[in-house]
């Protein structure tokens, strides 16, 4: 039976939820066209995650642990341990305190539910801040770093289990999708959903091209836009950037919806 690790995880502490949830709110900032509570956002992001912060420095090494998937185990070990590294090099006290006024201003400036949002790879987030957790047992820190360790390896797992799927499971899929979303999704989502439930038939490559296709249509829409000025588009495309380096799940998948419903709205 897995062991579970008693320390409750303190989000406010994770410098990789604060600047996730930040880049969050600032696409739905975009989206609903509040400039005021976007340039808030771009502020706290350039206040705090610039190029020569610790917190960006300490962000560098949770995005080297959570935008890496399919390595090979003697790779993802010495990452593992090259990330606990460079971590064990920034200055603590200096990370706490800019933690403290990113904290300070989300709940000044913008409002404390922000630290509720939901974020897809919030899981992956707290183990590895965990991992980085003095007061966490030596037994616990390696049953954490055994997570982590199959994270960066996971989708060399995922695809040696999967099995292509039977007509009836296939037309099962469609029927579900159909009267779930058929409704709620613009053109463009129901046409990504599609391509994903039939990836399942053709070992994901038409899927691929098709996606790769799509973010270069998505990244083009944003580049030509007269409504988003040039710091809002930079953010966009770092997140863009993103995901070239991440596996085809769901946590991608959604990435890509709320990419397009950005675009739509763009072209409103």
Known sequence: MQERTKNKHNKKRNTAFLYETLVRELTKAIVSKN????????????????????????????????ETKDVEIDFAQRMLEESKRIYYSLNKNDIFNQQTQVVNKINRDLEPAVFSTFLPNY?????????????MTIKSKVLLEK????????SEIKKEEMRPIDNIVYKQIIKKFN???????????????????LSYADNNIDFVVYLNEEIGRIRNIIS?????????????????NELKNKPVDKYMIESVLNFQSLVKEMQA
């Open 224 to 240: 030509k836009s007269k409504s988003v000025d040039q710091e809002s588009k930079d953010a966009l495309f770092d997140k863009i």
């Open 179 to 197: 009267q779930q979303y058929s409704n709620s999704l613009i053109e463009e989502q129901k046409t990504l959903f599609t391509k994903y439930i």
């Open 35 to 66: 400039g005021i509570r976007k340039k808030k956002i771009v502020t706290i992001l350039k206040e705090h995650f610039s190029k020569d912060c610790v917190l960006n420095r300490e962000l560098d090494v949770y995005k080297s642990l959570y």
């Open 147 to 154: 997570q982590i360790l199959s994270m960066l390896c996971e």
């Open 123 to 135: 899981k992956s987030l707290a183990t590895i801040s965990q991992i980085f957790d003095d007061n």
